[in-house]
């Protein structure tokens, strides 16, 4: 258990290492920099702009200064927000991520979980095929749909939520967000937990359950919930990094003040320090989920062993 | 599997498809959208592109059966050419992270020992790279030349593939007709090129069929970010995007090409979900 801890921390060191090289490598390889805009600026005033960054250094110079920066968790001042610093920005966008990312997940395992095991004992009949339709549907439209289409309906038509925004701590504009970053969750969620529900339901320990003369409920919540669950852990780490990267849609279409609207804008604008930290940043945060996720699955199924 | 060996893996495919009526519908309606879509704008007297002032917002009717955009443009016949363009950027990138995959998966199989297992962490480090923020950089970068951003999209989905054919190629090295080629002094190159990859086709065919909608999904991501095709060319992403803009007074504007893009979606999926199911000896652990 420890030394899986262990050797999975120290992968994680190179990995975090080429995603912050190919970021900073990516930005500062192509031509072009964050300070030649249209706005024409004397170019010793750029330059002195530049040199204040220490732009105009060697590259390897500005990259070693960069990773040892980033080895004590300082990220830079951002280029774009003038006497903003990376961390600052990431500071006050990523509680607002976390927030939606975590309710769509709660979403996305309740809806998913309770209709993919209801489908599964309902087999063949409308609770079965109607869940299954939605699903379907939910794996097939992509998050930038089903948005707008929320906002059509329950915003302009009905006028029951807000069509976007934010204002800190108020359920009505995280409702539509969630729902749209969740769905898709909850139709992969769906879809697995039927199909280990029917194979579950179908394994021996079942039979026996039903011969002793178990009440059905005791069975399902008792017996079958468990393996049921332990396949969806391993599928919650990929759709936590899932969740991270299709906020950055739900933040454009909901014009909710998160992460990701930064990373757009900086990577428009060669705004460096601020994408390659993002970019870190989310390389971090996934790394982190997929290790919670194994974790988790050992937890839930003592036959893992934890080894490489 | 009782196949008889004497069938090409094209032959097992029709074969298996016949008896899969859920995925044989998907690859016709796919047939039909590709057919449509090459063939539709050649009929019609609207271009693309060019702007007509005086037909700005029009509803659908008979002279414009979708409908027509902000500068008045017909809105089937830029559904049409965002449906070729996302058909193209999907099989396009899908074949560059293919080769790329096989490619990586049959060298590392078929070499084993130390060499394998680095190529495979190496693929495990790519695992947890964040690959969207990394796209998006590049689509910024490269000045959205189209076809790299192609490249950038192949290259970073060859993941599953690479895995998947290397798992393959284990099992395949140790089969006679490999012996009796190395027997007869073939190099290492041309062992995978020739006697390996064409081996490997029907789990190529069936995660390439698997990786066409994730690409069309993920350049309709970048597109709707404003960072897809340039502006007078469309997408069904970027259509979705200039769609979901004027929700509010034009819905049929975002309905058309939201349906079709998921119509694709789906096909694509049931398609690949079916032929998994029929080819892949692993998919029935």
Known sequence: MLRFLIRRLLIAIPTMLLIATLAFGLLHGTPGGP?????????????????KYHLNDPLWQQYARYLSDLARGDLGPSYQYRDTSVNELIRQGLPVDALIGSLAMLFAILLGGFFGILAAVRRGGAWDHIPMFFAALGIAVPVFVIGPLLILVFAIELHWLPAGDWEPGSVRFMILPVISLGFPYAAYIARMARSEMIEVLGSPFIRTARAKGLPERTILLRHALRPVLTPLVSFLGPAFAGVLTGSIIIESVFGLPGIGRYFVTGALNRDYTLVVGITVLYGALIIGFNLLADLCYAWLDPRVRLHS | MTQPPARTPWQQVRAQLYQRP?????????VAIILVALLGPLFSSYNFATPSWNEIYQAPSLRHWLGTDALGRDQL??????????????????????????????TAGYAGGTADSMMMRFVDILYTVPFIPLVIVMTVLFGRNFLLVFVAIGAVSWLDIARIVRGQTLSLKQREFIEAARALG????TMIIRHLVPNLIGVVIIYATLTVPTVILFEAFLSFLGLGVHAPLASL?????????????????????????????ACFSYLGD????ALDPRAHH
């Open chain 2, 22 to 30: 859920l995925a044989l519908s998907a690859l016709l309606v796919l």
């Open chain 2, 274 to 277: 079916g032929l998994r199911d």
């Open chain 2, 77 to 106: 016949v830029r559904i049409l050419w965002g449906c070729r363009i996302s058909l193209l950027v999907g099989v396009a990138a899908s074949l560059v992270s293919v080769i790329i995959g096989v490619l990586w998966g049959a």
């Open chain 2, 237 to 265: 992403g970027s259509l979705v995007s200039d769609g979901a803009d004027h929700l509010q007074s034009q819905p049929y504007l975002l309905t058309a090409p939201a349906v079709l893009l998921a119509l694709i979606i």
């Open chain 1, 35 to 51: 300070f030649d805009s249209a706005k024409r600026i004397p170019p010793a005033i750029q330059h002195s702009i530049e040199a």
């Open chain 2, 186 to 189: 073939v190099r290492t190159p």
